[in-house]
């Protein structure tokens, strides 16, 4: 197991923010007329929200008891999304440029919060300086090795196309539609290659020593700036071998800075403790979704290629083995500083893929706040915003608290509250109670700190009776903010726990032991 993953981030809960949507400052001027804020969002249209927008939040974010925030790109870019990057060594000025980062940094750090960056290295924009120095200068420009040019434009005979006309770009789609493997279509048409053929996103060879020193100047630059790690954008495209020296080299100048990597799937080899502390946990999301949201969830509506054939209903059981899976591939020190996420830029809204069901997304918050990773939520989920696939999925947050629906909030900042309050949700031991048709049980445990969360998919109320380990002498389970009936807990006999909870609900009771019955806390439960 790793040694040496922050242990800050395995008690972080994070909050994930798209830059251009979160607020719009009067601090930014505008260089001209932006997408209305409110309006649908576009493929290419700026909102204009700006990093002093997101300080502005910095106090509602703490009060839901977030303690990290993971920033989409903020560097120049041509993009809203700011994924085609420009200059890795600039703020965007659309978002308030370096100064605006700047006192983000020390307003999250003055209030305990820390701030990971998203690092896009496999590619640039077409802007990137480099890049456009080979748009114009072909095969004798000194930069020509940093990308992957086709043979033609490195001999020198042939030129590179940048903005693919109708007719170079449906030469693309023929040959993608015919097997070509990624890259390959948009390095015989336009000269270079692209990401997914995307013309506007060309590939960087980080096997080039000179881009690969320049990429790690970056990720030092930043560090030393102040931020605390950062996220990196399709990892698994990039060589481990850069990965390594690229973590070796981050942790030279931060010991402690996180470094968690968007990959897909069950991949234990790239944490092997050389590499990257955690990866993003889509996996659990999947699982997650499938049992919350039943015959609710919304697979008729455009996903992700990656959920394609992997989301689908789940009972108890199932749901546990996917848990117990990915804690057998992991291990329990990988699996506490696992990003666990329920929706993020690149799938549609968590409260649409649960049809719209407020159950189904309290079950969910509830899961992802109990089991084992730092939790990170999708800014807006806690207001109960909807979104389908990109660019929907990126609506603006709304600007007047009106139109914010409180109780996914008022849920959500209790469950943080419970588990900053507990180790045992943190990173305690993780068991299975019990697994039946639609319905969900296991424990978490630190010592004389433990936990039954017990979780009931069902149209049906949920009466159970479970095993509790010895020396537990009492239970209780309450409401939270909620005025709904979460249902009841007690123990009904030496080791045995009953509880019952109404259809489509979660709970968690609290056990507690005779060792610190004398100084009982009120109950701090819900459903």
């Not at 932006?34 to 249209?45: D, V, Y």
């Not at 290659?193 to 030092?220: I, K, S, T, Y």
């Not at 102040?226 to 990892?235: F, K, P, Q, S, T």
Request: glycine share 8%; charged share 25%.
């Amino acid at each position: 197991m790793p040694s040496d993953i922050p242990a800050w981030a395995r008690d972080a809960v994070f909050y994930q923010v798209f830059p251009d949507r979160l607020a719009r400052s009067d601090r930014v001027p505008a260089p001209g007329e932006l997408e209305p804020w409110e309006a649908p969002p576009t493929r290419h249209g700026v909102k204009g929200g700006d990093l002093y927008g997101v300080v502005a939040h910095l106090d509602r974010l703490r009060s839901l008891g977030i303690t990290a925030l993971y920033l989409n790109p903020v560097f120049t870019s041509a993009s809203n999304h700011r994924y085609h990057t420009d200059d890795y060594f600039c703020v965007d000025p659309l978002l308030g440029g370096d100064e605006a980062l700047r006192e983000l940094l020390d307003a999250a750090h003055a209030r305990g919060m820390r701030v990971i960056l998203d690092g896009v290295f496999n590619h640039c924009g077409r802007g990137f300086w480099p890049f456009h120095h080979v748009l114009e200068n072909g095969a004798h420009s000194p930069y020509r090795e940093w990308f992957h040019l086709d043979p033609g434009v490195l001999a020198g005979w042939r030129s590179i196309t940048a903005f693919p006309t109708a007719d170079e770009q449906a030469a693309i789609d023929a040959l993608r539609a015919n097997g070509a493997p990624s890259g390959a279509a948009s390095r015989a048409v336009l000269g270079y290659e692209a990401w997914w053929d995307l013309a506007a996103l060309p590939r960087l060879d980080l096997d080039e020593p000179h881009l690969r020193a320049l990429v790690l100047d970056v990720a030092e630059h930043w560090l030393r700036f102040g931020i605390d790690g950062w996220r990196l954008d399709v990892a698994e495209e990039i060589g481990i071998d850069f990965w390594r020296e690229f973590r070796a080299r981050v942790r030279a100048v931060k010991p402690d800075a996180y470094l968690v990597a968007e990959i897909w799937s069950v991949k234990p080899e790239w944490l092997a403790g050389d590499t990257f502390d955690a990866l993003m946990d889509y996996p659990l999301t999947e699982a997650v979704l499938g049992f919350v949201a039943q015959h609710r969830l919304a697979t008729d509506i455009d996903l992700p290629w990656e959920y394609q054939g992997r989301l689908g209903p789940l009972d108890g059981a199932a749901l546990w083995s996917r848990i117990d899976g990915l804690a057998h591939a992991y291990g329990p020190g990988v699996l506490a500083a696992q990003l666990n996420l329920l929706g993020s830029h690149d799938t549609p809204r968590l409260r649409t893929l649960c049809g719209g069901d407020l159950d189904a997304v309290r079950m969910a918050m509830l899961l992802q706040m109990t089991l084992p990773g730092a939790p990170c939520v999708y800014y807006g989920d806690e207001i109960g915003m909807e979104g389908l696939m990109d660019p929907d999925c990126r609506r603006a947050f709304p600007a007047d608290p009106a139109a914010w629906d409180r109780e996914p909030a008022d849920w959500l900042a209790d469950l943080v509250a419970l588990r900053h309050s507990s180790r045992a949700l943190r990173d305690g031991e993780v068991a299975l109670l019990r697994a039946d048709g639609l319905a969900l049980a296991y424990l978490r445990q630190h010592e004389d700190d433990a936990y039954a969360c017990v979780l009931n998919a069902a149209d049906d109320p949920l009466t159970w009776e479970l095993d509790v380990p010895v020396g537990f002498t009492s239970a209780d389970l309450a409401l939270l903010r909620s005025e709904r009936q979460a249902g009841h807990a007690r123990l009904v006999g030496d080791r045995r726990l009953r509880v019952e909870l109404p259809a489509r609900h979660g709970g968690i009771v609290r056990l507690e032991s005779a060792s610190r019955s004398s100084d009982r806390a009120e109950p701090i439960l819900a459903a």
